[in-house]
């Protein structure tokens, strides 16, 4: 949570979560995809001994149909030249069967022309921990970037390269607050490490809160059915103008894989980070200190109370449930996270608690959550 931390089992998702950097090398991609093609060819192959044929009848394309397909077409063109392909090369410590010492370890992700400067946002987990940073353009171009900030409470990331202008293309950013559920939506990345790939759905859900590489909450994910994969954080989640709306960053599954549940990270969000940062700027979040859960009836219920935090001081207690921030309700411990994010710290709340039956209002001075 912006200023806490949601228990496990009190968002709205009870899978796995997993960060979609891609750290398995190509040749891994490529036998999976020779494995899928075995399996696609013994679910249709009938008797093995017995080859027969069938006759299927393609029905004619409705105009309706053609003319989504040639939008999608036509929006591909346009928006891939500023989709990049990121590998990140970095090191650990140890290794398998006991010898020590340092390993090169190789990744793989997504990101988006920002701007004409050069700027890149992708997430901050696909670069994390880097020691070189390569972006390869579609037209074949290469080049080395830089680090020009991270921030892992939103695992948001800016890079940047030099190279000649003619080859960056910015994307047209969208407002993800009038982001509705049933709209269509694009994706573009770099799934198993097959860059420029586009996948379709929908938006599914809005209003999600996803856990940070740190382990904090991030509030007002986009949750979307477009297949994204291993490969696909950074990349961006477009709205069928071809204006990004999100940055692609986990999936939710039990298998490792695409299971139709993935969360972008909202774009006004990662806009107002991705500035901060090019800036030169520090970005900052409130922190309230506390663990909660959904309460049963309504609200948040506090967890646990971070020793010395802003909670803390205030006099807020674990079994607390608050129902309303600045006179506005709060109905769960997703509701607390968004209504928290728009706050600062320093800035001053007011909590409606209810404790023991009774209901008290409680002062708190937001502060910076830590590292």
């Given amino acids: 949570m912006e200023g806490a931390q949601t228990q496990p ?3 709205n998702v009870n899978k796995r979560t997993i960060l979609i950097r891609r ?12 494995g899928a093609g075995a399996a696609i060819y ?16 393609v029905p004619a394309q409705p105009a309706a149909a053609t003319q989504t397909v040639s939008s999608l077409t036509q929006l591909y063109k346009d928006v891939t030249p500023g989709v990049v392909d990121i590998t990140v090369t970095g090191s650990t410590t140890g290794g398998s069967f006991g010898f020590g010492g340092q390993q090169t370890t190789q990744a793989e992700g997504t990101g988006f022309v920002y701007d004409t400067k050069g700027d890149i946002v992708t997430n901050e987990h696909v670069v994390a921990g880097a020691s070189s940073i390569t972006v390869h353009f579609k037209d074949g171009t290469t080049a080395k970037a830089t680090l020009v900030g991270s921030d892992a409470s939103s695992d948001v990331a800016v890079i940047k390269v030099s190279v000649d202008s003619s080859k960056l293309h910015p994307l047209a950013i969208g407002d993800s607050s009038t982001v509705q559920p049933g709209q269509a939506v694009v994706a573009i990345g770099s799934p198993f490490g097959l860059p420029e790939t586009m996948t379709s759905g929908i938006v599914s859900a809005i209003g999600r809160t996803i856990t940070a590489p740190n382990n904090y909450s991030i509030a007002g994910a986009i949750q979307t059915d477009a297949p994204i994969n291993h490969g696909n954080s950074g990349g961006p989640l477009l709205n ?19 299971d139709g549940v993935g969360f972008a990270l909202p774009i006004n969000a990662v806009k107002s980070v991705a500035n901060t ?34 909670a803390d001081t205030a006099g807020l207690k674990a079994g607390d449930v608050i129902t309303a921030l600045d006179g506005k309700a709060i109905t769960s411990a997703d509701d607390l996270t968004a209504q928290l994010t728009a706050h600062a710290p320093g800035d001053k709340v007011t909590l409606t608690v209810t404790r023991s039956g009774s209901t008290k209002s409680i002062d708190v001075t937001l502060g910076t959550r830590p590292a």
Avoid at 26 to 33: E, I, M, P, R, S
Avoid at 42 to 57: K, L
């Fill in 9 to 11: 089992g009190s968002t």
């Fill in 23 to 34: 750290a398995a090398p190509v040749a891994a991609a490529l036998a999976l995809g020779g």
């Fill in 42 to 57: 013994a679910g249709v192959s009938g008797d093995s001994s017995t080859p027969s044929t069938a006759t299927a009848v």
């Fill in 240 to 258: 069928t103008s071809g204006e990004v709306i999100g940055v692609n960053a986990q999936i939710e599954s039990d298998s490792g894989g695409n």
């Fill in 277 to 310: 940062l090019i800036a030169g700027g520090k970005v900052q979040h409130a922190y309230l200190g506390i663990t909660v859960a959904n309460a049963s009836g309504g609200g948040a219920q506090v967890g646990s109370v971070v020793s010395g935090s802003p």
